[in-house]
Structure formats: C-alpha cells, structure tokens
Nanobody, 123 residues
Framework: HVQLVESGGGSVQPGGSLRLSCGASGYTYSSNCMGWFRQAPGKEREGVAFVYFGGSRTYYAGSVKGRFTISKDNAKNTLYLQMNSLKPEDTAMYYC?????????????????WGQGTQVTVS
C-alpha cells in the first residue's frame, strides 16, 4: 500500500521561507518521476517542481524558478521542496505526487500516487 504524506506547510509573511516534506512508504521511488503540484482556490492544479530521469534532472515552473528547490533523500524515502522568497501568489494547497515512469509530465492525470496536501499561505 503506497502512501505519500506531506508536511511542512503553514502561514508565512511575504519574503519568508518554508520547507515541505513528502514521506513515501510502500513505494520505491528512487528512479521515478516525483514532484510537487499546487492548487489555489478556483484555479487548476499546476506543476511546480519535479525530479525525474533517475534523479538526474529537475524541472521548475517559471513562476518559482530561482526561489524553490526540489530535492530528495533516497535513504529516507523523502522528497523536499524548499521555498524561499515566498509571495502571496504562492498561496495554495501543495501536493506531492509520484508516477510509474522516469520521464517528466506536467499533467496531474499522469501521476499514480498523491498525498493529501499541505496548505501554504503567504500574507
């Protein structure tokens, strides 16, 4: 039984930082594509940051590039998202997701496993 469990969300002021964590159990994810999506009220779920191709590549949405950093600790089966210089427009529910394949996808429907989400509020 695969579980992804996010933590680390919260409320911060603009310019602040948060680090999200996603613990994976029942899932050997070291080679597959994993990443973070977010969804603000009334908006579609969007891809934020991903690690793929066996961990050799990363992808960042243009809106977060230079401010967010994705990383993973294979020994701990944990994915992280370090978020710096947060802006009010970063406010959303953030979801960890994993898929069966190595390659990158920005389409939520192509992900096989999802966490329950963690709220990030910047105001």
């Amino acid at each position: 039984h695969v579980q992804l469990v996010e933590s680390g969300g919260g409320s911060v002021q603009p310019g602040g930082s948060l680090r999200l964590s996603c613990g994976a159990s029942g899932y050997t994810y070291s080679s597959n594509c994993m990443g973070w999506f977010r969804q603000a009220p009334g908006k579609e779920r969007e891809g934020v940051a991903f690690v793929y191709f066996g961990g050799s590549r990363t992808y960042y949405a243009g809106s977060v590039k230079g401010r967010f950093t994705i990383s993973k600790d294979n020994a701990k089966n944990t994915l992280y998202l370090q978020m710096n210089s947060l802006k009010p427009e970063d406010t959303a529910m953030y979801y960890c997701a994993a898929r069966f394949l190595w390659g990158l996808s920005l389409r939520p429907e192509e992900y096989n496993y999802w966490g329950q989400g963690t709220q990030v509020t910047v105001s």
